[in-house]
């Protein structure tokens, strides 16, 4: 009988299986206190202003967009009002020009509460939603638009989070954000992380929740415990001495992005969520994207929430019945123990990555010569709270990391594997057992 050979067969190799990490115990308290009824009375409000179209009126009271970053601006305000002066909120206004479906310039604005890490202040995490609205016809700026799936629900998650982490010092700073613009060309969040980067802030993780208002499928099937999250491969920032390295030796699948859709599956799926995280690899769906991909365009790791399955009678449709059939994105179609359990998944990931070391920095796998061993080396962490390294590999087959290894306070580690026949990477745990995203590493030469 044939038996192929294999040096270092899988569920051989040294370490323990990669673990789910549980939620802390103020984690646990957060998820308690995210509240269904503010979700859905968000929802309502901002469904109510008629339409929130980029191009719609922006100095009527009641009606359009601007009523609707009138409203988010006084709420997100209030929120940090309790914050002990840890969230500062900005209106983040600028003008787009003449563009594709810009036909004038027009002021488009982001609503911004930013939650000031107490001991790393500049590594930071976003979390958004795109408060503007579409019907059928793209330029439609004043037909009903109520978004309220799309995407009201995610405004919702990211307003009802500012309130439950205000009132609580995260190590790391957190953006909560409205942006505009998204329909007619992710304008705002273009800007949002333009400005970011021209700032220097290092953004570790950023997570667009866009479309997650509704379990019920086009047929009327339900999916309620399964959100999608849509995690990019290659980068769109890679350089070619990048590209190079990962068509030699592969990679292709270890993006910061990627990294971070497998943080999501670790900290985001438990009983407390109730909820399967969903991970696809590609950018969005066809024909489709959201706010993400503007943060990847400037080299940051950002990733999407959406609903299982879409209904497409109620995504960018004018709101109408036709042969007996309610077409619109209406507040009637939203779940909102659904949009619930999505708030506890993204309170999970940023509770998780806030009060988590940083990502490596500088992590190289060492190719000075060959050997059927594998040092890796890293710079150390500055977190005060930083308890050591974990070592992470996996078949080169498998999509998620499969074992562990803690090497403990330590900035070079040789593990006996071959670096040909698995892929690593490094990860930071700090002493209340929080862990970081994975570093993929490089090669040293
Ligand atoms: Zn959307």
């Not at 899988?10 to 115990?25: E, H, I, K």
């Not at 379990?215 to 309620?224: H, I, K, L, Q, V």
């Not at 599956?265 to 991970?279: F, I, L, P, S, W």
């Not at 042969?323 to 909102?336: A, P, S, T």
Request: hydrophobic share 35%; proline share 6%; glycine share 8%.
């Amino acid at each position: 009988m044939f038996k192929p050979a294999a040096a270092d067969p899988p569920g051989s190799g040294p370490g323990r299986p990669v673990r789910p990490q549980a939620p802390d115990r103020e984690l646990r308290q957060l998820l308690r206190e995210i509240d269904q009824n503010r979700i859905e009375a968000t929802v309502q409000r901002l469904a109510a202003f008629g339409t929130r179209h980029t191009l719609s009126s922006q100095t009527d009271p009641v009606r359009g967009i601007g009523a609707a970053r009138d409203w988010l601006l006084a709420q997100f305000q209030a929120v940090a009002g309790t914050s002990g002066g840890r969230m500062t909120v900005e209106a983040q206004s600028f003008v787009q020009p003449v563009s594709p479906r810009i036909p004038a310039p027009t002021t488009i604005t982001n609503i911004v509460a930013t939650l000031h890490g107490q001991s790393a202040p500049n590594r930071t995490y976003v979390i958004s939603g795109h408060y503007d609205s579409r019907v059928t016809d793209v330029m439609n700026f004043t037909s009903d638009a109520p978004g309220a799936d799309d995407d009201a629900s995610g405004v919702a998650v990211a307003l009802e989070l500012a309130r439950l982490f205000a009132t609580r010092p995260t190590e790391a700073t957190i953006i909560f954000t409205a942006v505009a613009g998204e329909e007619q060309g992710l304008y705002g969040s273009a800007f949002q992380a333009k400005q970011l980067k021209a700032a220097g802030v290092d953004v570790q993780g950023m997570v667009s929740n866009d479309i997650i208002g509704s379990s019920t499928a086009d047929d009327g099937s339900r999916n309620p415990h399964i959100v999608r999250l849509f995690a990019d491969g290659v980068p769109p920032t890679e350089t070619p001495a990048q590209a190079a390295v990962r068509q030699a030796v592969g990679g292709e699948s270890d993006s910061p992005a990627r990294q971070l859709a497998r943080l999501v599956q670790d900290v985001a799926q438990n009983e407390e969520t109730d909820m399967r995280v969903r991970v696809i690899y590609r950018r969005d769906r066809y024909l489709r994207g959201s706010d993400h991909i503007s943060y990847l365009q400037q080299g940051y790791p950002g990733v999407r929430f959406t609903e299982p399955v879409e209904d497409f009678a109620h995504e960018h449709q004018d709101t109408r019945v036709e042969n007996g059939k309610q077409f619109g994105d209406l507040v009637e179609f939203c779940d909102f123990g659904y949009i619930t359990r999505v708030a506890k998944v993204n309170a999970c990931v940023l509770w998780s990555l806030a009060q988590a070391p940083s990502t490596p920095r500088n992590v190289k796998i060492d190719t000075s010569m060959l050997t059927n061993q594998t040092t890796l080396l890293w710079d150390r962490g500055t977190e005060a709270d930083l308890a050591g390294y974990e070592v992470v590999y996996r078949e080169t087959t498998d999509p998620r990391w499969s074992q562990v290894i803690a090497v403990g306070d330590v900035t070079t580690t040789t593990i006996d594997l071959s670096k040909d026949n698995v892929f690593f990477g490094v990860r930071a745990v700090d002493r209340d057992g929080h862990h970081s995203p994975v570093a993929f590493p490089v090669p040293s030469t």
